[in-house]
């Protein structure tokens, strides 16, 4: 008898283990490792899915016990078993119950039907055709006469196509069918989410700085290394042209690509580059498809009917079953983290994935990440540079205006006067012009308009967080003060929550511009799809003045006319509660002021903030890649945070206040006794402490070693699994998380 292990469909940590059912004969030839099935579950045997993760002959159980499963879903992904292993490597690195990395390696959830086209063929002689003719004009059959003529023109041809663009109808084709006169063929074909054109082919002459690194990489690659590479190169440098280059050798070897884009945003424009150069070969696999087109063209990578696949992180778990290369664009991107468990980094996972089989890695960006470009420095990744744009193209012009002098001269507007002025000039040569609002610092710190002075927790070096009580809190270790109602620093009393969003820039640029005409996008106006392109279309060809938005705007778009960007307020970014937020302003405002006069003309980049000479600012303003690593990294090391050393947040949350709290004291009990080297800090309460009825507790392991922290990380994940203390709790986990809880 056979039997198969299988992981239960429910996200829930007291569930995540095998269970066993016995394989009924029907079923025995279609199962195997990573099928769906549907199995008979608990006390009340009620039906629910499982994935079979192993196929075993007999059982260590009592075969009396096990019951035998229902059925093998038929339309569900069946998984492959590189992917199981992938999501076994996911579940230990970051946390999380296999079921839930499961369903992360698995973007295409459910096989949907197979799209069929059909066609026409005619079947009778011209001669016979040419009487039926005339007998259905004589009788004033209008529909069969409209059809007789049709497929006396073409006699194949696709029904959609007979019955859309030449108004047949449906009961003339049934009518001629029973005749004889034609038959019907149908085929299978896939849905295609890429829009097929003519196009000429484009394709550049490398330059030698290009052409160095992909004979470097491709040397290796032709030596059979295999390795992880970081191109840091500036907007404009050419590292796709090169990424280009890379994936066409690869691609004629006979081997598939994965191209990892930060955003589905990114995907259209990347897509119609990509479709010059490689055709029908490539696809795109991300969440705003439907399923149909999803699940398409998972079947098709599958089939090996394309080599290249474009996408957001879940890209990466493209069925090819032949990578050669993985290629993540803009790796220093928060967008590569998943937010959901697992929070896996896609970085790191296409290296895992890349080691499995036998493929290289290619990272790229204008700002790597201190991760990235630490493992460079280390020698583990091999480092390359592009230090100039392409052509004529020039980096532009940065300008740092000290808002706090604004105020002293007693402008009041978000917009300082060299802005102001500026804008009013662009708008007179009709160039264009790009204002840059970074809200994800929206969360509130509390600064001093007069003075830039922001509060700080005197332990952990982030920004305090304003709560309703009027108290301020620091995230990280829990301090806690009231309110000042004047600045510590100057006195002041202009203190308080630091925030302007997108749509409040744009009411004062009406106020401000009247003249200037005016586009806005964020989260707020893109939601509908096909809405982004839109905008951005509008923008391009000229039929705004000014777009206005958050960072969506800022990446990888090329536009013709820019020559002016202004970031609205840099220190929006700066203050948040995150260790990482000195480096995401950087990167924010270094890719910002990459979109300005990126053809030929120079152009301007201003930066208004209340504090110029944060380093991350400066050395913005410098140009200064190197500067700012060197300063970051010191700062890093100095609180143990990666890339030196690793931070495990945990999160702890319930319906029932009383709960988290005590259950985070448990863990925080358990981990320091059984890993006294483990640096705990917490727990507190979360930025948001209650989000969506529930209330969340959050703490930090800090340590230098990561497997330590893994080993730490599963001791608790067991610890709660064989508790009874965790009914009303859930905890998750986010190793070297993105941003602050
Ligand atoms: P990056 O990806 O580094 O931002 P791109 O590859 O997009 O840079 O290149 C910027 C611009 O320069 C693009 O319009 C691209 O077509 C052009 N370009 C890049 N490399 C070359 C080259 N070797 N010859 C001519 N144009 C190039
Ligand atoms: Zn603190
Ligand atoms: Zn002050």
């Not at 992938?86 to 698995?106: E, F």
């Not at 917490?682 to 209650?690: D, E, H, L, M």
Request: hydrophobic share 35%; glycine share 6%.
């Amino acid at each position: 008898m056979s039997y198969a292990r299988v992981i239960v469909n429910i996200s829930h940590e007291n569930l995540d283990k095998f269970y066993e059912y016995e394989i009924p004969k029907e079923w025995e030839e279609t199962i195997q490792v990573g099928s769906q099935v549907l199995i008979p579950f608990g006390a009340g045997n009620k039906l629910i899915k499982g994935f079979v993760l192993g196929i075993t002959e007999g059982s260590q159980f009592d075969p009396a016990k096990i019951k035998p499963l229902k059925e093998v879903l038929q339309d569900g992904m069946v998984l492959e078993s590189q992917f199981i292993q992938l999501a076994a490597w996911i579940r230990n690195r970051y946390g999380a119950t296999m079921n839930d990395a499961l369903r992360a390696v698995l973007p295409v959830k459910r096989k949907m039907k197979e799209k069929e086209v059909r066609y026409l063929h005619l079947q009778a002689s011209m001669e016979r055709m040419e009487r039926f003719r005339a007998e259905c004009e004589r009788k004033k059959y209008k529909a069969r006469l409209l059809l007789a003529e049709t497929l006396m023109d073409c006699p194949e041809i696709e029904i959609g196509d007979a019955i859309k663009n030449y108004g047949v109808s449906r009961e003339a084709i049934k009518a001629f069918e029973q005749m004889g006169i034609l038959s019907i063929s149908s085929e299978r074909t896939y849905r295609n989410p890429v829009e097929t054109r003519v196009c000429e082919e484009r394709k550049v002459t490398l330059t030698e700085s290009q052409e160095n690194i992909v004979e470097d990489i491709w040397k290796e690659y032709e030596d059979g290394v295999r390795n992880t590479y970081l191109i840091h190169g500036v907007t404009g440098s050419g590292k796709t042209e090169v990424y280009m280059e890379l994936m066409e050798r690869v691609v004629r070897e006979g081997k598939q690509v994965i191209f990892l884009i930060p955003e589905i945003a990114l995907t259209v424009p990347m897509v119609e580059r990509f479709y010059q150069r490689f055709g029908d070969s490539i696809s795109v696999l991300h969440s705003k498809l439907s399923d149909g087109e999803r699940s398409d063209q998972y079947e098709r990578a599958k089939n090996g009917e394309i080599s290249i696949m474009i996408g957001p992180r879940s890209a990466l778990f493209t069925p090819f079953s032949n990578i050669g290369l993985i290629i993540l664009d803009e790796e220093h991107e928060p967008s590569f983290v998943n937010e959901n468990q697992p929070k896996y980094h896609a970085r790191e996972v296409a290296i895992y994935r890349a080691e499995m089989c036998g493929a290289s890695v290619v990272l790229g960006s204008a700002t790597p990440s201190l991760e990235s470009y630490y493992a460079a420095k280390q020698g583990i990744y091999k480092l390359y540079e592009l230090k100039e744009r392409v052509g004529d193209s020039q980096l532009p012009n940065v300008t740092v205006i000290d808002l706090r002098e604004e105020l002293k001269a007693r402008n009041r507007s978000i917009f300082s006067r060299y802005l102001s002025q500026r804008i009013n000039e662009c708008l007179e040569q009709k160039k264009q012009i790009l204002l840059f609002i970074n809200r994800r610092g929206y969360a509130g710190f509390i600064s001093c308009r007069a003075c830039g002075h922001v509060l700080k927790c005197p332990h952990c070096d982030v920004s305090l967080t304003e709560h309703n009580n009027g108290k301020l809190m620091c995230h990280y270790c829990g301090y806690e003060v009231v309110k000042p109602s004047v600045c510590p620093s100057c006195g002041s009393k202009y203190i308080g929550s630091f925030g302007v969003g997108t749509q409040k820039v744009e009411e004062m640029a009406r106020k401000e511009f009247p003249n200037a005409r005016i586009l806005r996008m964020d989260g707020d106006t893109v939601s509908k799809k096909g809405e982004y392109e839109k905008i951005l279309n509008q923008f391009n060809a000229g039929f705004a003045d000014i777009l206005i938005g958050t960072q969506m705007v800022a990446k990888g778009h090329d536009f013709e006319n820019v020559s002016l960007v202004g970031a609205m307020a840099a220190d929006l970014s700066l203050h948040m509660n995150d260790f990482r937020s000195a480096e995401r302003t950087f990167q924010l405002l270094s890719q910002a002021g990459g979109r300005a006069g990126r053809r030929k003309k120079q152009g301007e980049f201003i930066i208004q903030t209340y504090d110029p000479k944060h380093y991350s600012i400066v050395m913005t303003k410098d140009a200064d890649y190197q500067g700012f690593y060197e300063k970051e990294m010191a700062y890093r090391g100095l609180l143990n945070y990666p890339p030196l050393g690793h931070v495990l947040a945990i999160m702890v949350s319930s319906k029932y206040q009383e709960r988290p709290d005590r259950t985070a004291r448990l863990l925080a009990l358990a981990v320091k006794d059984k890993f006294p080297q483990i640096q705990l800090i917490g727990p507190v309460n979360a930025t948001i402490y209650k989000l969506n009825d529930r209330y969340r507790k959050v703490m930090y392991l800090k340590s230098a070693d990561l497997e330590q922290l893994i080993e730490g990380k599963n001791f608790l994940e067991e610890y709660i699994h064989f508790s009874e203390q965790f009914k009303y709790v859930t905890v998750s986990f986010d190793m070297d998380p993105m941003n602050g809880y």
